[in-house]
């Protein structure tokens, strides 16, 4: 079990270095291409992108987490696996080719004829990284992940930003996609070590699936429920509010989503491992719901806060519309991550069964959510958003409590240090912001006194996981 752990920590801290790697090249090549782009050609791929999501949900349809939890696997289910993925990604592609027209026409929007049949490309690409990546994950060999991301970003975005500098338009952002769909590939054949040696086997597909059919069911309700508002808002405004939508997205994205998924793809298999010690399952599951909010909370608040400035200095007068969409989406990410622990968590244990119950019991919200909005404006859109985000961290939660005592208020309670400091460098970023008339000066005191701020709470409260991060970096750069 120690040695599980000192895995885990590893592939934690190669996570966190490719993630950090991954966002700040993606997140800087994104800035350059939002100033050579508009928002109707970032629009114009969002259209696209909600059938590529799904389509992704389909080729894993749950079968890495399978591999991953099953404690068991064999060649044949590797190879199983890997078979079934491009079968079924190209079954999908050709259903997508052939109603290219059906959602161009559903769109208003004739140029997405083309886009789309060079786009839905990845999805066949897609399919031959998924055993791969497994692979890499049960070995908790992040680096080797680190390394493959970090140059498909770099390659692909470099890309991009020469197609639309030569005035390319939404086809830049169709060429950045394949060409990252292409290397990762690539890279991953390379770097992964495997062939398969075997070939189709029923027996395995059939286990497999039993466990992976109710992740694939939860992953496209979860897809559905993460990526319906791009759809509708595509459909009922048009591809410039779905470019305003998708650039603000991108930043709360760029924080608690990289934490999101640094956490679930480094923790999941020592949970996995833990699954039958309930008492350190949970003693580890609550470290690092405390740890997560000490990121997150601070990060998205201060995104809220910071919104225009941060609209304004990265992206241009253009993007202003931006600002207000950004606000609501960054507290609506501030409990993402601990939602996504909660769900990680039923994973690891084996029980998807109810990671699907959970998710199903979120449709009448979703649409009922939708049915107020949507008629009033976008605004109102992301205020719902806000909303359904709050409610879906206590239902994810509540199942944790059942299972094992520590539901969404005993989770928050752990955090209540995190959330009293966090509110405090708020209330005082909003405030400075108030005498600043200067966008960049404004984000860079902001950030700069913000930082100051939340610390200074965290030490006077004396919370002990930042006090043991603070020491352990100082114990670093001592040692260096």
Known sequence: MTDIKQKTKIGILWNVLEKIAVQSISFALNIILARLLTPHDYGTIGMLTIFLTFSNVFIDSGFSRALIQKQDRTEYD?????????????????????????IAFFYKTPELLSLQRVFFLVIILNSLTVVQNAQLQIKVDFKSIAIIN???????????VIFAYKSFGPWALVIQAFTRALVSVILFWLLGHWLPHTGFSFDSFKKLF????????????????????????????????????????????LTSGTLNSVLNNSTFPMMAALQNESKELIHTF?????????????????????????ILVLLGEKWLPSAYLLFWLALS???TPLSSLNLNLLNAIGRSDLFLKIDLSKIPIIFATMAITFPISLKAVVIGKCV????????????????????????????????????????IVFLFNNFVDNSLLSLIFGVIIGIIVYAIVLIILKEEEFILIKRKIYDRIRKS
């Open 78 to 102: 590797y190879s199983t696996v890997l078979i079934f993925n491009i079968l079924i990604s190209c079954i999908l592609y050709l259903i997508l080719f052939f109603a290219s027209p059906a």
């Open 150 to 160: 970090s140059i498909t970003t770099l390659f692909s975005g470099v890309i991009a």
């Open 210 to 253: 039993g466990f992976g059919s109710k992740l694939l069911a939860s992953g496209l309700l979860s897809t559905t429920i993460t990526n319906i508002n791009n759809l509708v808002i595509g459909k009922i405004y048009n591809p410039e509010s779905l470019g305003f939508y998708t650039r603000a997205q991108q930043f709360p994205e």
């Open 286 to 310: 609550s470290r690092l719901i405390k740890l997560t909010a000490l990121l997150v909370f601070p990060a998205m608040m201060g995104l809220a806060v910071l919104s225009k400035p941060i």
């Open 333 to 335: 990410y501030i409990f």
């Open 388 to 427: 359904t985000a709050f409610i879906y961290f206590y239902m994810n939660a509540f199942l944790i409590g059942r299972l094992y005592g520590f539901g969404a208020f005993k989770q928050l309670l752990c955090c209540w240090k995190g959330i009293i400091a966090t509110l405090i460098m708020a209330v």
